[in-house]
């Protein structure tokens, strides 16, 4: 009898009927609804959003919901159906600074221009499970305030002021698009900062974590976390002037770092930067990290062989879709290389016992 | 999904694509860098080949897909249907009236003709890869054609274990300059990477396509005293008895009896529909 491989194709038809029923899970549970997803898992839809580099919080709770919670195959979904997008055009840079904060802390100064905002943050809360949310959903209304209008102007211009921080030279020039080249090495900042943008949570974490521990440490403080709303602007070539398209949430960290000065820079501090859709905290702050890391060149650091520092290695590892592919094709039949492979190493075996062979009957 | 344009890729990506294939075929070998997209399947699962072909297909074109030398084998018939349902051209599984073939693994035995363009899933598409991680030095290595640590590669095998320990995706040398990898074909297959047909090599998540145009040099990569060898299980096929076909072994039973079947099932049906029967033709028909 032979049975191998034939009934592939309604193997598959099963499969995907049998992967739409787990999906639905019991059915005397109600279905959850987009809306749900998109309000009661808004941070599972912001890493949705970043790492599949398409700002649409409907969308990324439809593939959450469709990839059964599963964020890397929700940012899959995400990322397939980016690409058939049409491209109208470019939006100019966001001005951040203009930004309406629900969150906007600084670590190097008590205070300043703006003030310290908290926001929704886990950050000073108790980690207990709150078993009250097993029971009844509902919460009682947060106190309110008046929104604060006054400027947030960014912390590092102050810094800027004093000439105590790297500066950082505005250019005209387009950065290429890591959607539409294929990546070269040197890849530059903006590339790097693009790639680090989509790059995946844990592993930029990870990165991260290396230089805090000593692998091209850079002891960062964080000068400014600021989360919230920003305009998005284009030129419309018919107009001759911007107009404000929509607005997008996002996450922006500025990091502040030692610097005893190298060869070619005085004494001064350094910047790493990270910007992230949503309010996705770790990644923003991880993602300055892993920036900072990676300037060595640029400020004339020495190259410590440290992971972090190597652009090759971080850009080319960062990106969960190409690595969960790559992995996870290892399931896909490979018969044909592994009887090459067993051909090989019963052969090398016959060799290799006809060498001993004989010296054994000489024993 | 009629809303995708034919075959899914919309146009200008479609011609960013045979740019890339028309310079590769220009320098045979070369692997030349593309702006690989994020495919509907995932990195590793063909989106290399799947963009390849999509850039080349034609609507009167007859398509086949194998994986494994099977057209049957899961990937190839999620494929295979991919092109279906997106560019509506007709399928085939016969090797002779296919006008464009993608596979995975494996070249079909039957002849390819000048009529035929067989488009190559490459996951690593580098052969110097696993002697150098970074692309920035294997790219330099190419360009001074500087293959010396491969051949050093193949002489450690011999001294160690007396032959050259690369079974599959064994390197050859294309028109005499650019060492390529032919993806991970047995080696068994290599003899044929010289044929009548275009030969077309996509990487999707490595970003690169490379390519053999009809009739070009390929030699695999060898020592005189060390001649390469290709070769398969010391076996007929079981099913339709050829002598010449890769097989694949299969184990049948708690005991660990095998038995060896062609690889290429078109090749073994086309076969046994002519009356070849192999040692166990006769069970599988019942």
Known sequence: MYVAVKGGEKAIENAHAW????????????????????????????????????????????????????????????????????????????????????????????????????GPTFDYTHRLLDFKLAAEGEVPPSPKGQPRTDPVPHIADFLKDEDIIQDEPASDDAPADLTRQPMEFPAGRPLRLQSLARGDEGFVLGMAYSTQRGYARNHAFVGELRIGKVAVEMDIPELGFAIEIGEVELTECETVNQFKGSKTEPPQFTRGYGLVFGQSERKSIAMALVDRALRWQELGEDNLGAPAQDEEFVLSHADNIQATGFLEHIKLPHYVDFQSELELVRKLRRDAEARTTPQEAAE | MNEYNFAYLDEQTKRMIRRAILKALAVPGYQVPFASREMPMPYGWGTGGVQVSAATLTPDDTLKVIDQGADDTTNAVSIRKFFENTAGVATTEETAKATVIQTRHRIPEAKLTEDQI?????????????????????????????????HVKLYEDISQHGAISTAYAYPVKVSGRYVMDPSPIPKFDNPKLEMDAIQLFGAGREQRIYALPPHTKVVSLDFEDYPFEPTKADHACDLCGAEDSYLDEVIMDDAGNRMFVCSDTDYCRTRRARGSQGRLSKEDEI
Not at chain 1, 45 to 58: I, K, Q, W, Y
Not at chain 1, 100 to 113: G, H, Q, V
Not at chain 2, 128 to 148: A, C, D, N, Q
């Open chain 1, 19 to 118: 992967l739409a029923e787990e999906r639905r899970g019991a059915t005397d549970v109600a279905e959850l609804s987009i809306a749900q997803i998109r309000e009661q898992l808004s941070l599972a839809v912001n890493r949705v959003m970043a790492e599949g580099s398409l700002f649409d919080p409907d969308l990324a709770a439809l593939a959450i919901k469709q990839a059964r919670g599963d964020l890397i195959e929700a940012i899959f979904l995400i990322r397939a159906y980016r690409t058939t997008l049409p491209r109208f055009g470019y939006t100019n840079p966001v001005k951040t600074d203009r930004m309406a904060c629900d969150r906007r802390i600084s670590a190097t100064f008590k205070d300043a221009p703006g003030g310290q905002v908290l």
């Open chain 2, 118 to 150: 067989l488009v190559y899933q490459v996951p690593i598409p580098e052969p110097l890869r696993f002697l150098e991680p970074r692309e920035t030095e294997t790219r330099k290595m190419h360009s001074l054609e500087e293959y010396g640590l491969m």
